[in-house]
């Protein structure tokens, strides 16, 4: 499949869509609806597009039921472990990324903001069965930290902690998610 980037897809098996925004051999970065840059390799998404009058009127059957007829030998993707530790997916909760301007906001306003944004997020993440969330929270006087503490506190289906001290410093809290948790 020929992908470039800026093409809509959608990931198989997920209820995942987006558009291309980096290529990398066979992995795909791709930017989701919700705002989130995920990787797939590229024979986890299909292209998508707007319907036409004709379905297939640009597709060469030819090329297609030969593309089936052979066979692939799937490659089999190694991870390294120290890959297999990063997390799915960060949310930095500075205020500069939040927002274009805080100017006529106070420290009250900025908080809820990056507190709704840290809940929104983390909805996101449960909803999408994402297992790992870090969120960039900077060091400070600690007040934002103490408040997602008090916000994670109230899940009973996740566990978090300090992030990977040398990648984040004491700036962020990882959050694993439970997935087999019934709701």
Do not use: C, W
Not at 8 to 18: C, H, K, M, Q, T
Not at 107 to 122: E, I, P
Not at 161 to 178: F, N, P, S
């Amino acid at each position: 499949m020929n992908l470039k980037i800026g093409d809509s897809v959608s990931v198989l098996d997920e209820a995942i869509n987006g558009v291309v925004s980096k290529i990398s051999g066979e992995t795909i970065t791709i930017e989701t609806e919700d705002g989130f840059d995920m990787e797939f390799l590229t024979f986890e998404v299909i292209k998508t597009k707007a319907l036409s009058n004709q379905l297939f009127a640009d597709m060469d059957v030819d090329s297609v039921i030969n593309e089936k007829e052979t066979t692939h030998k799937r490659k089999s993707v190694k991870v390294k472990p120290k890959d297999r530790a990063l997390p799915a997916m960060e949310v930095d909760l500075h205020i500069h990324q939040i927002t274009t301007s805080n100017k006529h906001m106070s420290n009250y306003d900025m908080l809820n903001l990056q507190l709704d944004t840290a809940r929104h997020k983390l909805e996101f993440a449960i909803q999408k069965r994402i297992q790992k969330v870090v969120f960039i929270h900077g060091v400070g006087e600690g007040v934002l930290k103490s408040e997602l503490d008090y916000l994670f506190g109230r899940y009973d289906n996740i566990k978090f902690y300090a992030a990977d001290y040398q990648k984040y410093g004491l700036g962020a809290t990882e959050v694993y998610i439970y997935q087999n948790v019934k709701d």
